[in-house]
Each structure stands twice: as structure tokens, then as C-alpha cells.
């Protein structure tokens, strides 16, 4: 049985970066209808700029949370900017195309300076208070012991996607994305200023990658080609959702992330293709993915 | 004395022209669609622009709007240019814009559609002003958008421009596809608005409809306006009229 918790823990943190990443993809698509294949390479950003952060300037963790997301939001929104703004209008194939080649000159780069190997970053081990040594160590919950850090990413990653879900589902400027992901040039006639709603909304895409990216380095250390690995999971993932819908997106990457994980402990030699066999099916029985809309 | 009078008359009738358009050509794509549009709107005034299908009407509102990509000529709003303004900042100058198709947002319930258009300046009515004149809304405040019925769609995408605090409406067909009651209904309201002091520049292919609430009127045909004249002048034109549009 104590196996069987691991793995189901294993599989909730890969489901939190598969909620997160396809969470973001899903926003992105809804209002530049553009396939994000550069998150990725956005998410391996945000991993990397906690790394300069503790190792050029000594800021550590928390901080990071929050300077790498708005770091690599911004280079997103210059991305999009110089870039992605261009082909509105146009052929899925071209944004693919585009962020595709974003994401191997990024990668390269990386890769450059960096290899392939990865680089620690510690968990942290602040604030202390009593016996708490920040977010390392962890405890007996008596079926199984909980690493402190793993059970931080699961519940701040379902926070974090919740609070998303909420700003674009029932607060006002939700409300402007929606109608914008409708009809952009009625809601720009309604007085709004969407071309700058589309870049903020890229660089809140990003920014949730680059936040996964954070998460996810005292886990996985930090490799140039980290989140190339990881996308190809991310994509599987947002097809069986489907692409059009927020909470359907947060709740398949949980779910893919705990059927993989269970998957591991029942049949272990299926654990690398069961999202890709899902995936099949799903395109077979219902293209459009399970919460997804027709595009 | 009568010089300062005359002036001031002068000036009265220049700044009284909330939106003159003149020599406004429009292409969609490759295609041009206005070849030299001229009208003009005095404040206050309910002016309708009537024509065939196909003839420019919606493409002249669209280019006021500013969403038409590509446009030339001169639009002047209070006296501002604003052929070149994006569509945003040309709705935060006090224009607002209510679609043929009506644009009832499929993802947004009643209430956040109603509450969409943001504020441009004070001055619009409040919501219990808003239900007075279309009550049916607030008993479906929590409902879809799209899940209403046609005239009440069209009460919703004209009740959300007002609270914005525009004094310019321009309604695009907004009798299309409706029952007689409901065309009633948003006749009322236009002569309610009129009489409360908003300028309203009307497309119309009802022209009976358009009879009851318009002060002046201009034929489009061909992306050009070929003749106006004022409702008074209405049965006088009748012939005229019945050949423009071909009824």
C-alpha cells in the first residue's frame, strides 16, 4: 500500500504541472488561438530564473514565486509583441510553427551555456519556525510519509489554478476575456483596449508556466531541455481536455497526473504511453476532447 | 447686437453637428465598398440611412466605428477627427455601437453582458432605468446570453450601450427578424431616448418603421448617399422612395 500513496503522490505533482502548463496553453488558445508549443521552453525560463536568482543575487525561493513569473511574463509579452501579434488572423500552423522554433533557439541557448545535465536547487529550508525547516523534511501521516515540499506544490498548484479559474470565470475582467475570445472587435468597439488584453493575457499564460517552472525545480533540478520533455505530455493532456475550457483543463491534468501515477504502480511498463493511449481514444470517440468546444 | 446674434447662431449650428462624414471610401479586403459617403448629425436628432441590401449602410456605421481596416475621407466627431482613431479610443470619445447580429456573447449570462461596455463617461442610465424600459431583462439576469429570444437579445444589446454614458447610439437594423410588438417596443424606446436628449444614427431596411421615429433620412445606394431629405418631406418623396428601395 505505501507504495501505491507514493505513487499517487507522484502522480498528483505531475498533475499539478500538467494543470498549470495546460491551464495556461488553454488561455493562451482561447484568446490569441495560438498553440503554445514555446511553454515549454517559457516553463524551463522560470525554473532557470530562480536558479540566477539564488546563485547571482541570493534570492531565494519565495521571491522567486513570484520575480520568475513576472520575468518571463514579460519576455512572453515582448514575444508577443515583436512576434506572435503578426499572425492573428491566420493558420494554427504558423503560431505552432513560430513558437516551435521560439522554443528550440531558447532551448538551444540554454543548452549552450548549460549542457544537458541539471542543476540542483534545494528546496527551501525558510521560514524557520519550531521544529519547521521551511519546506524541507516531512511527515508521517501514519499510511504514508509526506515529503513537505511535495505536498506544498499539490495544494499551492490547485490554489493557484482555482484562482485563475476564478479571475476569468467571475470577475469582470474575465468577463472582457470571454467576450474578447467571442469577439474581439465588438468588445475593442465596447471601448476596450484588447490588442494590450491579448499581450497581458499571453504574459498570464507564461507566467503560469514560468510559476510551474519554480515549482517544479527542487523536484526535477534544473535542465535546459526540461520542459521539452514535459510538453509532449502537456499537449496529450490538452487534447483529451480539450482546448476551449479552463476547469476542464485543470481537472484533466490532475487526473491524467493520478491515472499515470497509478498506472505506475499497477502496470508500470504502460506508465510512459497510458496519457498517449488515452489520447487516442479520446480523439477517436470525441475529437473535440472531453470539456472541449469545436474550434 | 444682431451680428453677435447671427454668430452665435453660426456657431450653434456648426457645434450642433455631432458627426459629419464626408467623402468616406471603406474597402473590405480588396473589395471597395464606399465610394464618398456625405451625411451629417445635428444633435438630438434621430437620422436613419436607408437603403438596399448590399448598398453600404452597415459598412458606413462599421466605419465610424472605426472597424473597418481600411478607410479614407474625413469623420468628425465633435468637431475631432477620428478616421484614423482605433475603435476603442473612438468609443471612449461617446460612440456607441449596437451590431446588426447584435453580439450577444454566448460565454457571459445576462447580467455580465448588460454589465460588459464599460463606462465611458457619466451620464448613462442606471440599471433601474435600464429595467424600467426593458423589465423582461431582469428576469433573466442569470440567464445565457444566447439563450434569450431574438427581441430580447436586441433589448439587451441596446440596453447595455446606454449605460455607458455614450450619447451617440448607432443601431444597425435593430427591427430585423422581430415580431410587430417587439418593433413597437424598441420604438418606444428610441422615442424615449430621443426625448431625452441622445443622438441616434439608425439603419433601417423598415422604412415604416423607420417613418416613426426618424427626423431626416439619407438614401445609400452603391456606397454613396444619392438624395435626404427630412420627414416632413416624407410623402412628398414617397415615389422617389418606393423606386431607391425597390418596394
Known sequence: MQALYAQLLVGLINGSFYALLSLGLAVIFGMLNIINFAHGALYMMGAFTAYF?????????????????????????????????????????????????????????FQNYFGSSGLPYAIPDYPQIGDWRGLQGGINLGFMFLPIYRGWVVIFSLVVCLATWFLIEKTQLGAYLRAATENPTLVRAFGINVPRMITLTYGLGVGLAALAGVLSAPINQVRP???????????????????????????????LGVIEGLTKYFYPEASNTVVFVLMVLVLLVKPTGLTGRAA | MPDVKMAEAATKSTSAEVLSVS??????GESHILHGINFNVKAGEVVTLLGRNGAGKTTTLKS???????????????????????????????????????????SLDVRENLLLPPVVRSG???????????????????????????????????????RTGARFLMLDEPTEGLAPVIIQQIGHTISRLKSEG??????????????????????????????????????????????????
Open chain 2, 124 to 162: 448613462g442610465l442606471s440599471l433601474d432605468q435600464i429595467f424600467e424600459l426593458f423589465p423582461n431583462l431582469k428576469e433573466r439576469l442569470n440567464s445565457q446570453g444566447t439563450k434569450l429570444s431574438g427581441g430580447e437579445q436586441q433589448m439587451l444589446a441596446i440596453a447595455r450601450i446606454l
Open chain 2, 23 to 28: 467623402d468616406l471610401q471603406a474597402w473590405y
Open chain 1, 53 to 109: 536568482l539564488l546563485n547571482l543575487t541570493g534570492i531565494g525561493y519565495w521571491w522567486a514565486l513570484i520575480i520568475a513569473p513576472i520575468v518571463v511574463g514579460i519576455f512572453g509579452m515582448i514575444l508577443e509583441r515583436t512576434m506572435l501579434q503578426w499572425l492573428a488572423g491566420l493558420d494554427h500552423l504558423y503560431g505552432l510553427l513560430l513558437t516551435f522554433g521560439i522554443a528550440l533557439i531558447v532551448q538551444g541557448v
Open chain 1, 225 to 255: 531541455l526540461m520542459g521539452a520533455d514535459l510538453i509532449i505530455v502537456v499537449f496529450a493532456v490538452v487534447v483529451i481536455g480539450g482546448m476551449g475550457s479552463i476547469m476542464g483543463s485543470i481537472i484533466t491534468g490532475f487526473a
Open chain 2, 198 to 247: 441622445f443622438t441616434i444614427l439608425l439603419v433601417e431596411q423598415n422604412f415604416r418603421f423607420a417613418s416613426t421615429v426618424a427626423d431626416r433620412y439619407y438614401i445609400v445606394e452603391h456606397g454613396k448617399v444619392i438624395d435626404g431629405f427630412a420627414n416632413a418631406e416624407l410623402s412628398a418623396n414617397m415615389d422617389k422612395l418606393h423606386t431607391y428601395l425597390g418596394v
Open chain 2, 64 to 106: 465610424v466605428m472605426g472597424i473597418i481596416g481600411k478607410r479614407s475621407g474625413s469623420i468628425r466627431f465633435n468637431n475631432e477627427e477620428i478616421i484614423r482613431a482605433s475603435s476603442d479610443r473612438i468609443a471612449r470619445m461617446g460612440i456607441a455601437f449596437c451590431p446588426e447580429e447584435r453580439g450577444i456573447f454566448a
